[in-house]
């Protein structure tokens, strides 16, 4: 009779099972909390938002490589989720999550700096966490912080590089025939 419970406690019991076993049986310790009606004392609804983005992560990455495909170009996607377009550039993918922070919420973008990315693609979910609400291409060249924390409106410096869709970033892709150009 400790008042609350955790996974701590729960391994200490020597007549339960493990923390470990009701995460295995129910997926979580959280959702072995709700069956029984205990409610902790913290917040946890972030591990389902992120479960959810981590979830979403390899949907998305692949709405934005049939967007580059669609207008023509080649991608090629390693391991680390960088993207190398038709051979010239290349590009980072992040999703960043609404934080709620009661007033406003923030977005927090952590620049894959080791990468070294041409271009960073952050895909900003709406304050729900469901879909997207805007996006931003971050160059190189302009961002060498690893960390970016964006408000709901940014100063210009910021939100120069939001744009509603990937659509001319897309087009960046597109190839035309030799004799268009001449």
Request: glycine fraction near 6%; charge should be negative.
């Amino acid at each position: 009779n400790e008042g609350y419970l955790s996974g701590i406690i729960i391994d200490e019991r020597e007549d339960m099972p493990s923390s470990s076993v009701y995460r295995r049986r129910f997926g979580s310790l959280i959702r072995a909390y709700q069956l029984i009606g205990y409610v902790p004392d913290r917040d946890y609804s972030y591990i389902d938002v992120n479960r959810s983005i981590r979830d979403a992560h390899p949907r998305v990455l692949a709405d934005v490589v049939a967007g580059f495909e669609s207008a023509g170009g080649h991608v090629v996607h390693n391991d680390n989720d960088l993207l190398t377009i038709n051979g010239e550039f290349t590009s980072a993918f992040v999703i960043a999550r609404a934080c709620n922070l009661g007033s406003s919420y923030r977005w927090r973008i952590r620049l894959d700096t080791g990468l070294l990315p041409d271009l960073t693609i952050a895909v900003r979910l709406n304050t729900s966490n469901t879909e997207a609400l805007d996006y931003y291409v971050f160059p190189s060249i302009d961002f060498t912080m690893p960390l970016l924390k964006l408000k709901e409106d940014n100063a210009f410096s910021l939100d120069a590089y939001r744009f509603e869709s990937l659509d001319f970033l897309y087009s960046l892709a597109e190839r035309c025939p030799f004799g268009e150009v001449a």
